[in-house]
């Protein structure tokens, strides 16, 4: 981006420039002074967001940067879109539109060890006809992935990945990024316009740093540098934005034009030299950490070496990305519609840890499930502090053989959910205790039930508080009733000021008295009483799954919306006819009974009616008369082009049925990315018929002709 003659000039500019301010010379050419802040200001940020090597002192750049802002605040018409002045914006983002990306931006394959990587690449060899591949590799940095759009060299737009085809609207946000400069000389490579991908990260010292000061204002910390890197990019106020420090890496290209209507630049025929054309543009990519080899070995032995260094990074990666450095090798490897076959992540292993096993908490779920709760010395494991870890049950407690005052070998699994591997028995000194489970609930002090065959201790009483909670909780989630105004953190608060204590309790508010609690003003409680009213004509699928009866998902509840006109008919049905049902096991139908034969769950049905919900089976629920009736689905892996939620919904608007499970009452098996044991189930019945996303789009566009 800059040669050495020109950082001396811009050196001996910023000079000038400051000797000028401080004596206060006139302005002879206000065009020329403009355009020389301008360049010495972007020179700096670029030195020091990017090369972490600033040329200014904090001082001078303030001062420069301050009479840049004078002096466009005074000729307004001259301020350009790239100045150094418009990163910041004034007022809040009241929204975040969704666009559309250029290219979709598609998941990467993963890996874990050397088979795993053996294999792609040959794999990769077999498509390309090459004894031996030449290879990129980068760090998998761990932060929020975004994209940037640049026309005539001018930042456009910037996005974030959202569902890989569309993401939301943050340009604004992601002018905040000094890293992220608001124009490029791509002009020079002769590109017109470009979509880059990159990740927007937070240093892990810049994250240390933030969170020691919202300690030091009493706020609670940020749980890790990626959470927090996602969340500032969504930010409504740009300007705390600007204060959370954040970076970005550039490392793809995924489109662009020509100016001369060629394919490609001359000088990039190579992910290489993308890097290294993106690092001379202004822009921090990885190019200082790639590594360039010939044949899987080199990767392998790279990726295991680098594994080592992970944790002297000043940024969070959670693995290495290998690509095929060839353009052309890459057009011809091509991809799936989940991922490209020219490239892979290799993941490092799972993060661990050692700690102390203090006590244990037992936590009662909404169905009264008694939940063993590890409490454990706070450590740091990937970037997140684990001090609550979920042993699920008794036997997992007993299996593992943990004790309290136990040191414990504690896992990220995924990098994610943390649990105990395994307890180190060695280093017990004799002063460990057995952990006891409660024969009474720990919240209502009723004797704890443990079902035969079942491995979990469960709370029968049905007024048990933590029960009643956690059931307001479920009914109120999107899934259910979806009372948007009122989340989990709002249900306690109210139950524990008695403004609400059961599921009816959320219709007979006392608003006025909400009226009187701190944050809640005019408009949010406005926006709650809607909610509230609207969730009054939810369809009847939707209050059954919000009930929290045992057993049943969101499936099943569809299945009992469409058995019946009204949901109290269910009071008359013996377990018999419930197990008829479709897709209904023994259990389910035990469970499903003998909640509507409990006089207390009729009662709050009949007093939910007469607060004005629907309990009536809707048109929504029965559709009948589609060109799918009859037909009956069922979902396994990962989709790519649309949300689980999204078919099932399509299904159903044509008459078909969705199933919980494979049967012989299964038609269709739609098989997405990473299908389990149901794919396999399902080969095994040669009447279910066994779809690809794109098969199932297919379907659905010409249900009639395809059955």
């Given at each position: 981006m800059y040669t050495k003659e020109i950082e001396i000039t811009l050196l001996q500019l910023a000079k000038d420039l400051l000797r000028k301010l401080q004596q206060k010379e006139s302005i002879t050419d206000l065009d020329e002074t403009l355009d020389g802040l301008r360049r010495v200001i972007i020179y700096n940020d670029w030195r020091y967001y990017v090369q972490s090597e600033p040329v200014l002192s904090d001082y001078e750049y303030d001062q420069l940067y301050a009479w840049l802002k004078e002096l466009e605040a005074a000729n307004p018409d001259k301020v350009s879109a790239d100045s150094p002045t418009q990163r910041v914006a004034q007022g809040l983002t009241k929204a975040f539109p969704t666009v559309q990306h250029l290219v979709p931006m598609l998941s990467l394959e993963n890996s874990y060890d050397a088979d795993d990587l053996n294999d792609w690449d040959r794999k990769a060899r077999e498509i390309s006809g090459l004894d031996e591949i030449e290879y990129c590799i980068e760090p998998k940095f761990d932060g929020a992935s975004i994209s940037l759009i640049y026309e005539n060299d001018r930042l456009t737009r910037g996005a974030t990945r959202?569902?890989?085809?569309?993401?939301?609207?943050?340009?604004?946000?992601?002018?905040?990024?000094?890293?992220?400069?608001?124009?490029?000389?791509?002009?020079?490579?002769?590109?017109?316009?470009?979509?880059?991908?990159?990740?927007?990260?937070?240093?892990?010292?810049?994250?240390?740093?933030?969170?020691?000061?919202?300690?030091?204002?009493?706020?609670?910390?940020?749980?890790?540098?990626r959470n927090a890197a996602s969340g500032s990019l969504r930010m409504v106020d740009p300007r705390e934005v600007a204060k959370r420090g954040l970076e970005a890496f550039l490392y793809h290209m995924s489109y662009h034009t020509m100016e001369d209507g060629k394919t490609e630049p001359d000088e990039i025929r190579t992910h290489s030299n993308t890097l290294d054309m993106l690092s001379s543009l202004g822009f921090r990519s990885p190019s200082k950490q790639m590594k360039i080899v010939k044949g899987i070995k080199g990767v392998i032995d790279y990726v295991l070496a680098f594994e080592k260094e992970r944790d002297s990074l000043p940024y969070e990666i959670d693995g290495m990305v290998i690509k095929v450095n060839d353009y052309a090798l890459q057009d011809k490897l091509g991809m799936t519609t989940h991922h490209p076959r020219w490239a892979i992540a290799y993941k490092f292993a799972a993060r661990q840890a050692t700690s102390k096993l203090r006590k244990v908490e037992f936590q009662v779920g909404r169905t009264g499930s008694v939940t063993p709760v590890a409490k454990i010395d706070p450590v740091p494991i990937g970037g997140v502090t684990v001090g609550s870890i979920s042993l699920f049950n008794e036997d997992v407690v007993r299996e593992k053989d943990l004790k309290i005052g136990d040191t414990v070998l504690v896992e990220r699994a995924g990098d994610v959910i943390p649990y105990i591997v395994k307890s180190l028995a060695d280093l017990r000194n004799g002063e460990e205790e057995d952990i006891k489970f409660p024969t009474h609930c720990p919240v209502c002090h009723e004797p704890l039930f443990k079902p035969e065959g079942e491995s979990v201790w469960r709370c029968i009483n049905l007024t048990c508080e933590a029960q009643v909670v956690e059931r307001m909780i479920h009914f109120v989630s999107k899934d259910a009733m979806?009372?948007?105004?009122?989340?989990?953190?709002?249900v306690r608060k109210f139950y524990g000021l008695g403004i609400m204590k059961n599921i009816p309790g959320i219709y007979k508010m006392d608003f006025d008295k909400l009226a009187e609690l701190e944050g809640f003003g005019k408009k949010s409680l406005t926006n709650l009483q809607t909610a509230i009213e609207q969730s009054k004509s939810q369809p009847l699928h939707r209050l059954v799954f919000g009930l929290g009866i045992r057993y049943v998902g969101e499936t099943t509840a569809k299945t009992l919306a469409n058995a019946v006109n009204h949901l109290l008919d269910l009071r008359e049905w013996t377990e018999e006819q419930v197990l008829a049902l479709e897709d209904i096991g023994p259990k389910v139908a035990g469970s499903i009974q003998q909640f509507f034969q409990t006089e207390d769950n009729i009662h709050m049905l009949q007093e939910l009616e007469a607060l004005g919900i629907n309990l009536k089976s809707t048109k929504a629920d029965h559709p009948?008369?589609?060109?799918?009736?009859?037909?009956?689905?069922?979902?396994?892996?990962?989709?790519?082009?649309?949300?689980?939620s999204d078919a099932e919904a399509m299904v159903e608007e044509q008459g078909g049925k969705i199933l919980g499970g494979v049967s012989s009452k299964l038609n269709f098996l739609v098989v997405g990315d990473d299908a389990g044991s149901k794919l396999e189930k399902a080969k095994k019945i040669n009447t279910i018929r066994i779809l690809s996303e794109d098969d199932f789009l297919n379907l659905m566009q010409s249900p009639a002709t395809e059955q």
């Amino acid at each position: 981006m800059y040669t050495k003659e020109i950082e001396i000039t811009l050196l001996q500019l910023a000079k000038d420039l400051l000797r000028k301010l401080q004596q206060k010379e006139s302005i002879t050419d206000l065009d020329e002074t403009l355009d020389g802040l301008r360049r010495v200001i972007i020179y700096n940020d670029w030195r020091y967001y990017v090369q972490s090597e600033p040329v200014l002192s904090d001082y001078e750049y303030d001062q420069l940067y301050a009479w840049l802002k004078e002096l466009e605040a005074a000729n307004p018409d001259k301020v350009s879109a790239d100045s150094p002045t418009q990163r910041v914006a004034q007022g809040l983002t009241k929204a975040f539109p969704t666009v559309q990306h250029l290219v979709p931006m598609l998941s990467l394959e993963n890996s874990y060890d050397a088979d795993d990587l053996n294999d792609w690449d040959r794999k990769a060899r077999e498509i390309s006809g090459l004894d031996e591949i030449e290879y990129c590799i980068e760090p998998k940095f761990d932060g929020a992935s975004i994209s940037l759009i640049y026309e005539n060299d001018r930042l456009t737009r910037g996005a974030t990945r959202g569902d890989g085809v569309s993401g939301e609207d943050i340009t604004t946000n992601i002018r905040q990024i000094r890293s992220i400069p608001l124009s490029a000389s791509f002009a020079t490579h002769g590109i017109q316009s470009i979509e880059i991908r990159g990740e927007v990260l937070i240093n892990k010292n810049t994250f240390k740093a933030y969170n020691e000061q919202r300690a030091a204002d009493n706020l609670p910390p940020l749980a890790n540098p990626r959470n927090a890197a996602s969340g500032s990019l969504r930010m409504v106020d740009p300007r705390e934005v600007a204060k959370r420090g954040l970076e970005a890496f550039l490392y793809h290209m995924s489109y662009h034009t020509m100016e001369d209507g060629k394919t490609e630049p001359d000088e990039i025929r190579t992910h290489s030299n993308t890097l290294d054309m993106l690092s001379s543009l202004g822009f921090r990519s990885p190019s200082k950490q790639m590594k360039i080899v010939k044949g899987i070995k080199g990767v392998i032995d790279y990726v295991l070496a680098f594994e080592k260094e992970r944790d002297s990074l000043p940024y969070e990666i959670d693995g290495m990305v290998i690509k095929v450095n060839d353009y052309a090798l890459q057009d011809k490897l091509g991809m799936t519609t989940h991922h490209p076959r020219w490239a892979i992540a290799y993941k490092f292993a799972a993060r661990q840890a050692t700690s102390k096993l203090r006590k244990v908490e037992f936590q009662v779920g909404r169905t009264g499930s008694v939940t063993p709760v590890a409490k454990i010395d706070p450590v740091p494991i990937g970037g997140v502090t684990v001090g609550s870890i979920s042993l699920f049950n008794e036997d997992v407690v007993r299996e593992k053989d943990l004790k309290i005052g136990d040191t414990v070998l504690v896992e990220r699994a995924g990098d994610v959910i943390p649990y105990i591997v395994k307890s180190l028995a060695d280093l017990r000194n004799g002063e460990e205790e057995d952990i006891k489970f409660p024969t009474h609930c720990p919240v209502c002090h009723e004797p704890l039930f443990k079902p035969e065959g079942e491995s979990v201790w469960r709370c029968i009483n049905l007024t048990c508080e933590a029960q009643v909670v956690e059931r307001m909780i479920h009914f109120v989630s999107k899934d259910a009733m979806d009372i948007r105004s009122l989340g989990e953190s709002n249900v306690r608060k109210f139950y524990g000021l008695g403004i609400m204590k059961n599921i009816p309790g959320i219709y007979k508010m006392d608003f006025d008295k909400l009226a009187e609690l701190e944050g809640f003003g005019k408009k949010s409680l406005t926006n709650l009483q809607t909610a509230i009213e609207q969730s009054k004509s939810q369809p009847l699928h939707r209050l059954v799954f919000g009930l929290g009866i045992r057993y049943v998902g969101e499936t099943t509840a569809k299945t009992l919306a469409n058995a019946v006109n009204h949901l109290l008919d269910l009071r008359e049905w013996t377990e018999e006819q419930v197990l008829a049902l479709e897709d209904i096991g023994p259990k389910v139908a035990g469970s499903i009974q003998q909640f509507f034969q409990t006089e207390d769950n009729i009662h709050m049905l009949q007093e939910l009616e007469a607060l004005g919900i629907n309990l009536k089976s809707t048109k929504a629920d029965h559709p009948v008369g589609g060109s799918l009736d009859g037909q009956t689905f069922l979902f396994t892996g990962t989709l790519n082009k649309l949300k689980r939620s999204d078919a099932e919904a399509m299904v159903e608007e044509q008459g078909g049925k969705i199933l919980g499970g494979v049967s012989s009452k299964l038609n269709f098996l739609v098989v997405g990315d990473d299908a389990g044991s149901k794919l396999e189930k399902a080969k095994k019945i040669n009447t279910i018929r066994i779809l690809s996303e794109d098969d199932f789009l297919n379907l659905m566009q010409s249900p009639a002709t395809e059955q």
